[in-house]
């Protein structure tokens, strides 16, 4: 009897298997895209808010330092959110790596020179400086274009230009030092740009390194390529804080 039960299940996942495989390719054959694919942007909005929504109840509601809710989004909340990561890691005088993907005027990228007073930090922004790449939601392409800040640091450099051209180069130069904690900021917007970032970067993040993002709650981009990130390469990590209602949001890698 225990036998017949096996082989019937095991039938019953042939017969699956195949429904499956035909219903695939039915579905194809009739091509729906062509007259259903405006409904492909909508969908996965729609499925990437309820992902990030159950984020924020899973993961981010564990952060000690978190202002969610509230009805109201407060530019200089970010600089609560670095005050507190900087105070609990003690990353105001600890020799760090900052790397900032997406400068624009350089007020995030002042504030933790500002903070890091270390001789034996760096500090690298990245940047095409003309503006977003692609379009972004309600911004269009060439979007938040800002030239090349000037600061008064010898600590820091800039890269013009994309990601994609310039991060290869910068890690080829063997640029990072080896024992300094690294914090990232990601504010590159983007899914493409946050994305290939975060995979890039992948071999040279270490447990203890900071990720900041600046627009993580956009379901569509930075919160997608983390997501994409974390599965992709198991990444364990935990929340150190957020602002407004996850615009912001620091983590740490475990």
């Known amino acids: 009897m225990a036998l017949l039960k096996v082989f019937c299940?095991?039938?019953?996942?042939?017969?699956?298997?195949?429904?499956?495989?035909?219903?695939?390719?039915?579905?194809?054959?009739l091509r729906p895209g062509l007259w259903?694919?405006?409904?492909?942007?909508?969908?996965?909005?729609?499925?990437?808010t309820l992902r990030l929504s159950r984020w924020a109840a899973t993961h981010g509601s564990k952060a000690l330092f978190n202002d969610f809710y509230r009805p109201q989004r407060?530019?200089?909340?970010?600089?609560?959110?670095?005050?507190?990561?900087?105070?609990?890691?003690?990353?105001?005088?600890t020799p760090i790596d900052y790397l900032e993907f997406g400068v624009a005027k350089g007020l995030s990228f002042q504030w933790?020179?500002?903070?890091?007073?270390?001789?034996?930090?760096?500090?690298?922004?990245?940047?095409t400086f003309?503006?977003?790449?692609?379009?972004?939601?309600?911004?269009?392409?060439?979007?938040?274009?800002?030239?090349?800040?000037?600061?008064n640091d010898q600590r820091h450099e800039f890269f013009k230009g994309l990601f994609q051209q310039t991060l290869f180069e910068f890690l080829d130069a063997n640029k990072l030092n080896s024992s300094n904690r690294r914090v990232i900021h990601l504010?590159?917007?983007?899914?493409?740009?946050?994305?290939?970032?975060?995979?890039?970067?992948?071999?040279?993040?270490?447990?203890?390194?900071?990720l900041i993002f600046d627009e993580f709650n956009v379901p569509n981009h930075e919160f997608f390529a983390f997501e994409h990130y974390?599965?992709?390469?198991?990444?364990?990590?935990?929340?150190?804080?957020?602002?407004?209602?996850?615009?912001?949001?620091?983590?740490?890698?475990?």
């Open 9 to 29: 299940s095991f039938a019953l996942r042939i017969r699956m298997r195949k429904l499956n495989a035909f219903l695939k390719s039915f579905i194809l054959f």
């Open 130 to 151: 003309e503006g977003l790449p692609e379009k972004w939601g309600t911004y269009s392409m060439g979007a938040m274009s800002f030239g090349v800040p000037e600061l």
């Open 187 to 210: 504010d590159a917007d983007l899914f493409s740009s946050t994305l290939f970032v975060l995979t890039t970067l992948h071999r040279h993040i270490r447990k203890g390194d900071i």
């Open 74 to 93: 407060v530019y200089k909340l970010r600089y609560d959110l670095y005050e507190h990561v900087a105070t609990c890691e003690k990353l105001d005088q």
């Open 112 to 127: 933790w020179i500002n903070k890091n007073k270390n001789s034996q930090s760096r500090f690298y922004g990245f940047d």
């Open 36 to 48: 259903l694919g405006f409904l492909a942007g909508p969908l996965q909005l729609l499925s990437n």
């Open 230 to 254: 974390v599965k992709a390469f198991y990444v364990k990590y935990e929340v150190l804080g957020a602002v407004n209602n996850y615009f912001q949001v620091a983590v740490k890698i475990l």
